[in-house]
């Protein structure tokens, strides 16, 4: 493999264990295919049962022999990374909002949704530091602010980590399942504030949606970069999609973000994305089903050093603060959407109290009134103050301890984006750029 060009593959695995259709099947089709490919690194979401891990590296050892699989939450964050090249740090960074535990059906809250990376040194360009992510699903790109505002939380988190790692003189690429269309806030905020490059833009110049009408689903793919709800994914079929999901053709949520060092100098090696390619559209072989329900997505990047400089005389870029490019607007509409999430929840956790004091009152109704009752009466008044109290005891928990959690993690990032949004207005009014 060259050390000239670099290799990547980010896929949304689909891995749930008892939930996922196929998924023995698929994972084996997964680790069988990423086997015979030649990626230098892989970065692997939803992949959260630990055997369908074990298999995974056991049998893509030869090519990527180091591999770390990341845990968050109580059921596992899913994300995993292979790598060609011997890992010298990996760290997790689970964010402060992933939905409610309430919100069992959904279950972001339980997987602990996060974003993990590795460090690594590449013969060329010295230290890289690969995120693998996958941000907050419910919500998507329509409807109130306020079901967007855990998304918002992860982007603001991930465009801080993505930054930190570029001013520390790392080269950073970031690839996961965004759970967002290209142009929302979440991406802006990603692209802006922590100065990356998306991948498949770069590559793709020309490929905004067109507005004479809907692509053929594989016009959608080759040249839109859509890797879920595509109407050729076996596991769309009959699922209700968004309207921007039917008007495109599915939807781009998966991305490969690049960017190079913070203060790199002329002389430091280039980092650049010459192709990226929707993969895994196909069915497994000899079965009527996908891979996954993403497609995945790979990139291809060319590594070059200005003016012939030769690769083991190349500089290491000195750390520099970065400049964000992040606008006032953006951070005005990202505070929007937090305080509409900050108030709702706000309004959640008073409701939730409340049904906590009426469960009380009743569970003292009932210790009182059954004194007063029939006998045959005893096995309701049972079954009714075991389940007011299990009640009470959900509403007390979800309404004080998540409620305050999720209150508290809002404030911080409110107040983080109202600082940075006055730094801007500062900077502003001193004629800075």
Known sequence: ?????????????????????????????????????????????ELWVFADY???RATVHEKLPYAKFFYSGALGAGLVIFSRFPILAATIHPYSLNGSPIDVIAGDWFVGKAAASILFMHPVLGQVQLFDTHLFAKG??????????????????????????????????????????PGTLPMSIIADHAGLTDAWAATHPY???????????????RTYGVTADSPLNSYSAGKPLEPVARKHQGKRLDYVFFRQPSGASDRAPVLKCVDTRVVFTETVPGRS?????HFGLEATFDISLPGGTDSSNAPVPAPLTLRSSLSAVSVTAALQSLTARYRFAHAQGRFHLTIFAVCLLLLLALVVGSAWLPRFWSPLLVFASIFFSWLATTMLYIGFVYGRWEINALTNIIEELEIYRTSLEDSRQNGQT
Not at 145 to 153: C, F, G, I, S, T
């Open 1 to 45: 493999m060259s050390n000239t060009r670099l290799r990547l593959l980010t896929l949304n695995c689909w891995g749930l264990k008892y939930v996922s259709s196929h998924r023995a099947e698929r994972i084996a089709a997964i680790a069988n295919a990423l086997a015979a490919s030649d990626y230098d690194v892989i970065t692997l979401q």
């Open 289 to 293: 089903f996908s891979y996954s329900d």
């Open 54 to 56: 074990e298999h995974v």
């Open 207 to 221: 490929a905004s949606p067109a507005s004479a009408g809907p692509p053929s689903p594989m016009d959608a793919i």
């Open 140 to 181: 998507g790109d329509q409807g109130p602010d306020h079901h967007k505002a855990h998304r918002l939380v992860n982007a603001w988190e991930f465009a801080k980590l993505a930054r930190q790692a570029a001013d520390l003189g790392r080269y950073v690429i970031a690839a996961g399942d965004f759970n967002s269309i």
